[in-house]
Structure formats: structure tokens, C-alpha cells
């Protein structure tokens, strides 16, 4: 007895396998295909139509006839005959006849793969990484807080004692508010990390906020012997968010490129299209911060981004993490190049609008 193995194989796939003719009538429809629209081959065959299964889905297998082209989903909800509606990722391709004189259609291969189990681990895993990175910044902000306490708590005894002269309790009152200062920097962490609002998201020009942003770092290290170039290949590139919270990315960013530089040194900028990179069918525009400083070593890139990590004598670990979150919130990342004594490139991709 001949054995099917196309079939055996087709059948037992973790994946749904349809096949239709240019007419869009059902010539295959594998076990796993079967479970997803909850309708048998028979029925699908026998009946004849395309409109009986999901709308969502007889939508895309349209598109795919019409435009010719190959078509992806990463989610998609598909509801059964049952009315039951679970997560799918949908890939469907056109197939064609090359021996004509031109490409005609032939088949649309579907296939549809069951995400509810994946979304799961996903969304555990996330929570899990989340969950971590909380408990890292609770514990981090825990042990930072303790510095600026002790510091007010060690003033203001000084203060209270009777015999304080002017000067000493000027320079306490110093200590207190540059401590109080300090901590409030420190909570502010938390308000920055809160899901934005779309209400509060405006249209921004980058080189405007970037300018800004040189002028003040400039005026900071007057003593360095620092020159910035700018390149703005697109001036007018800009993108929809929060001005303040972007605003805080480059002050981080190009701070950083300063303090890097010991007493001469230059730093580049660039702002340009990210011509070879999508995500969600979004453009996005790049900014490439460079500068001549110190560089970071191979283990300091890899903790460059967790809260609390510095290098800095006086610094607090916060600037770069945050800087990553928030350009998470808006859609984009941030990488970093870096080698040590030769200089860093922070790329900030953000979507453009």
C-alpha cells in the first residue's frame, strides 16, 4: 500500500496549511487549518465559497489575488464557527505559473499559526523581565536615597546645635537644599517612566531641540577645548512625542559626550533618515551622536543601559536607562558604539512622522 507522506506531514504541522485556486476555491486544508476556522475541508469544499470562513481573513486573501504580492500578520484574531476568537499570525503567498509568457496566478498558499500559547509565554516572560528590572530599580533607588538622607539628616543636627555661626549654617543650608535637590531628581525617575499620553505628544523638529540642548551643554564645560559639528541632512526631520521627555534624551546623551572628553576633543552630530530600516511599516529618522572622549569598555556597554551603573564619580546611573525607556515609550531604541580611548556613537532611532 503507497503511502501519502505529503499528507501525513501536512496534517500533522503545528501550523494551518490552505491551499486555494485562483477562483479562491478550497483545494487543501491541512487538521491544524481545520481547528483554527473550525470548519472541515469537506464542508469548505462542498460549500464552495470564501465568505463562510473569517472576514479578517477572506479580506487578506483578496488583497493577495488583487495586488499579487506576498502579505504577513504578525496578529490577527480569527473566530471560528464556534464564535470562539483567538490570536493568529497569518503569511499567505500567491503562487505562480512561469512557463507563460508572463507570471500568471495559480494558487494562494495560507498559512496561519496559533499564537495563544506563544502570546502567553511572551507575556510571562515580559512580566518576568519587568518584574526584574523593577525590583533592580526600587533596590538601586533604595541604596541612593540613603546618601542625600544622610547628608540633610547630618546639616540639620549641625544646625541645631546652639553655637553655629552664620557660615556654618549657611553652608548646611547649602548641603540641605543641593541634597533635597538630589533626591528630588531621584523620584522624578519614577514620573518619567509612566506611559506617556498621547495628549501630551506634539510634533517636534529634533534639530531645534538639539541646538538647545549644545547651547547648554556648552556653556557647562566652557573650560574644555570642545568643538560640535552638526550634520542635519533633513532639518526639517521631526517626530511625534513629548518634547520634554526627548529633550532629556539628548541632554543625557550629548552630557555624556561631553564629560567623556577630557580637556579637547570634538563631538559629531548627525540627524538623517534611517533609509535601510522599518518597523511597522514606519520610517524612522536616526540621530548619531559621536564624540573623541575616553570610550567605554567591552563590560561597561553591556550595563550601559540597567539603572544605577556609572562610572562617573558624582553621577547617579540614571540618565542612560532613562534615556532608553523613554525612547522606548515613543516607538524607538537607542544603541551605542563604543571603543575605549578612540571615542562613542549613541544612534537614536526614532519614528518620523
Known amino acids: 500500500m503507497a503511502i501519502n507522506f505529503e499528507s501525513i506531514i501536512l496534517d500533522n504541522l503545528r501550523e494551518g496549511i490552505i491551499l486555494l485556486d485562483k477562483k479562491l476555491n478550497f483545494l487543501f486544508i491541512n487538521q491544524e487549518a481545520e481547528g483554527i476556522l473550525g470548519k472541515s475541508q469537506n464542508f469548505l469544499q462542498k460549500k464552495d465559497n470564501i465568505n463562510i470562513i473569517d472576514k479578517k481573513v477572506v479580506k487578506l486573501i483578496k488583497e493577495v489575488k488583487k495586488n499579487l504580492e506576498t502579505k504577513f500578520v504578525s496578529e490577527i484574531r480569527i473566530t471560528d464557527s464556534l464564535g470562539s476568537n483567538k490570536l493568529n499570525s497569518i503569511y499567505l503567498r500567491p503562487i505562480f505559473n512561469y512557463k507563460t509568457k508572463e507570471p500568471s496566478l495559480v494558487y494562494i498558499l495560507v498559512k496561519i499559526t496559533n499564537l495563544e500559547g ?65 533626591l528630588e531628581n531621584l523620584v522624578n525617575t519614577f514620573k518619567y517612566l509612566q506611559p506617556h499620553s498621547e495628549q501630551s505628544s506634539t510634533i517636534v523638529e529634533l534639530s531645534k531641540v538639539i541646538d538647545e540642548v549644545i547651547k547648554l551643554c556648552s556653556q557647562e564645560h566652557r573650560n574644555k577645548k570642545t568643538k560640535v559639528f552638526t550634520n542635519y541632512e533633513n532639518e526639517s526631520a521631526k517626530v511625534l512625542c513629548d518634547e520634554s521627555l526627548i529633550r532629556i534624551i539628548f541632554l543625557n546623551i550629548i552630557q555624556n559626550s561631553y564629560d567623556s572628553i577630557k580637556s579637547s576633543g570634538e563631538i559629531k552630530i548627525t540627524i538623517k533618515r534611517a533609509k535601510d530600516f522599518k518597523l511597522n511599516k514606519k520610517n524612522f529618522v536616526q540621530v548619531e551622536i559621536q564624540d573623541s572622549g575616553k570610550g567605554i569598555s567591552k563590560a561597561g556597554l553591556v550595563k550601559i543601559f540597567q539603572p544605577f551603573y556609572t562610572t562617573k564619580k558624582d553621577g547617579q546611573g540614571i540618565g542612560l536607562f532613562l534615556s532608553q525607556k523613554i525612547a522606548n515609550k515613543f516607538g524607538g531604541f537607542i544603541e551605542v558604539r563604543s571603543i575605549l580611548k578612540s571615542g562613542t556613537k549613541f544612534t537614536i532611532y526614532l519614528p518620523g512622522n
Not at 122 to 150: C, R, V
Not at 158 to 179: A, G, L
Request: proline share 2%; charged share 30%.
Open 118 to 182: 506563544t502570546s502567553f509565554l511572551n507575556k510571562q516572560t515580559k512580566f518576568e523581565d519587568e518584574e526584574k528590572l523593577m525590583s533592580q530599580l526600587f533596590y538601586g533607588l533604595a541604596h541612593e536615597i540613603k546618601n542625600p538622607l544622610a547628608g540633610i539628616k547630618g546639616a540639620a543636627q549641625i544646625v541645631k546645635k546652639n553655637k553655629s555661626s552664620f557660615e556654618t549654617i549657611k553652608e548646611c543650608s547649602e548641603i540641605i537644599e543641593k541634597e533635597a535637590v538630589r
